[in-house]
């Protein structure tokens, strides 16, 4: 028996996971998002001084999970497979707000910066599921008010979904695993100072701001390097 299959494992992914599927990333590109600055379309205060352009490049994100293109790759098949064949906990965080961990079959997955995929209402709080390009005067299905829905992304200045969850099993991690981020946005950039008892492993196509945090650094695209680790861990 493998015993180490019982531990307890954390992923946090980020951007990175994705760019092999089509999806760019926040800051490869001079520090802009398809060609805008992030704070002109990812704040409160961006959303408040323009609706329409943000509404529009969120429909845009949104529109790109149906291009037959973007599909999960290797690295979001290989974390759902070795979600499947282990037996202690484990969780699987993304920044990511893509769709690609779920279409992969990943399960226990939270998206602590949202989600492209819903939408959320400003007057009543529900979140809804939507796939559709997103009008700035669309009435709320479910309470009816006029122009309150907003994508349901973390902004910069809001904070992160789910992180008392994962507080709480980054503290009894036995593995932490950080794959294709940079490492420049917190809370997530400092998960791996609380996984404090856990093997740190950190898979990206370069150093990154917190590499030094990490015992392992495996230097690479996340396609080849996930599978390879996945490989790895679930043959110990
Ligand atoms: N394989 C592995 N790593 C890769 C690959 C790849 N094929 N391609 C790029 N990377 C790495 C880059 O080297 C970089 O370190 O992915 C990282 C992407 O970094 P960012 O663009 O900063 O993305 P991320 O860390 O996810 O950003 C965090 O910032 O803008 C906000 O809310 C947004 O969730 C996002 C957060």
């Known amino acids: 028996m493998n015993t180490h299959l019982f531990k ?11 760019a092999e599927s089509g999806i760019r990333t926040f800051r490869d590109q001079d520090g802009l998002w398809e060609n805008h600055r992030i704070e002109d379309v990812a704040t409160p205060e961006a959303f408040h001084r323009d609706p329409e352009l943000v509404q529009r490049f969120y ?3 949104r529109s ?7 599909q999960p790759n290797a690295a979001h098949l290989a974390l759902a497979e070795l979600e499947h064949a282990w037996e202690g906990d484990f969780l699987l965080v993304t920044q990511n ?3 690609l961990h779920r279409r992969a079959g990943s399960q226990n997955l939270l998206h602590m910066h949202g989600r492209l995929d819903q939408i959320r209402c400003l007057s009543c709080e529900e979140v809804i599921v939507w796939t559709e390009d ?3 005067n669309e009435s709320c299905p479910q309470c009816g008010i006029k122009a309150a829905l907003r994508p349901d992304i973390v902004w910069f200045g809001e904070m992160p979904h789910h992180m008392d969850e994962i507080y ?6 036995d593995y932490f695993i950080s794959i294709g981020t940079s490492g420049n946005v917190y809370p997530a950039a400092g998960f791996v100072q609380l996984a404090w008892k856990a093997r740190k492993i950190e898979i990206n196509v370069k150093d990154t701001e ?15 390097e996930v599978p390879k ?3 790895q861990i679930l043959g110990e």
């Open 8 to 18: 307890n494992i954390v992923i946090l992914t980020g951007a990175g996971i994705s």
């Open 59 to 61: 429909n845009a994100r």
């Open 229 to 231: 680790l996945v490989r």
């Open 134 to 136: 997103l009008a700035v």
């Open 97 to 99: 707000v893509d769709n």
């Open 210 to 224: 917190i590499s030094r945090a990490f015992q392992e650094h495996l230097i690479g695209p996340a396609s080849i």
């Open 168 to 173: 709480f099993a980054l503290e009894k991690a």
């Open 64 to 70: 790109q999970l149906k291009d037959p293109n973007v």
